[in-house]
């Protein structure tokens, strides 16, 4: 168990510093739009997560046959969840220090809002992965990709400034 919670932890840095390093190097190459940044760090959080899955959960060629299309169904539709929350971090960063008190409740709803839209997602997702994979399959499966969600956004909201 702590080996797996050492590789959420490790995976969850290295998204960080993969951040940076992107931020840095923009920096000195042409800037990238907040569209372009959202896609790179999907891209890469959605290998990570479906890696970090496959080497903890051991399925028979069957199982994975049915199980990873719809894995990757799963992931196009958290993508649209997590893009509007990356946004959302990135408008509040660049505004953060002029919101009024309307806007910032504003903010805290919408981020509330995704919260119960995620677990929505997990708990429909939960009946599908069940019709191709045993219960504690799934559990494992939902329980790391929940970690791995957890993991993420410790990382990415420690770097938001708190509100004034």
Same mark, same amino acid.
């Given at each position: 168990?702590? #080996?797996? =919670?050492? *590789?959420?932890?490790?995976?969850?840095?290295?998204?960080?510093? /993969?951040?940076?390093?992107?931020?840095?190097?923009?920096?000195? !190459?042409?800037? +990238?739009?907040?569209?372009?940044?959202?896609?790179?760090? %999907?891209?890469? @959080?959605?290998?990570?997560?479906?890696?970090?899955?496959? $080497?903890?959960?051991? =399925?028979?060629?069957?199982? /994975?046959?049915?199980?990873?299309?719809?894995?990757?169904?799963? +992931?196009?539709?958290?993508?649209?969840?997590? #893009?509007?929350?990356? $946004?959302?971090?990135?408008?509040?960063?660049?505004?953060?220090?002029? *919101?009024? #008190? !309307?806007?910032?409740?504003?903010?805290?709803?919408?981020?509330?809002?995704? #919260?119960? %839209?995620?677990? !929505? @997602?997990?708990?429909?997702? *939960?009946?599908?992965? =069940?019709?191709?994979?045993?219960?504690? =399959?799934?559990?494992?499966?939902?329980?790391?990709?929940?970690?791995?969600? @957890?993991?993420? +956004?410790?990382?990415?909201?420690?770097?938001?400034?708190?509100? +004034?």
């Amino acid at each position: 168990m702590r #080996d797996i =919670l050492a *590789l959420f932890i490790a995976t969850a840095v290295l998204a960080g510093s /993969a951040l940076v390093r992107g931020e840095q190097s923009q920096s000195a !190459a042409a800037p +990238q739009s907040v569209d372009d940044v959202v896609k790179a760090v %999907r891209s890469d @959080l959605q290998s990570k997560r479906a890696d970090v899955i496959a $080497k903890n959960v051991t =399925l028979t060629a069957e199982q /994975a046959v049915a199980f990873w299309p719809l894995f990757n169904q799963y +992931q196009q539709e958290q993508n649209a969840i997590m #893009d509007e929350q990356m $946004k959302a971090m990135q408008r509040y960063v660049d505004f953060y220090q002029t *919101l009024d #008190d !309307a806007e910032a409740m504003a903010l805290l709803n919408a981020h509330f809002d995704r #919260d119960q %839209r995620m677990n !929505a @997602l997990r708990q429909r997702w *939960l009946g599908e992965f =069940l019709k191709v994979l045993p219960p504690r =399959l799934v559990v494992r499966v939902m329980q790391i990709d929940r970690r791995i969600s @957890l993991a993420h +956004q410790i990382e990415f909201t420690s770097r938001i400034p708190l509100a +004034q």
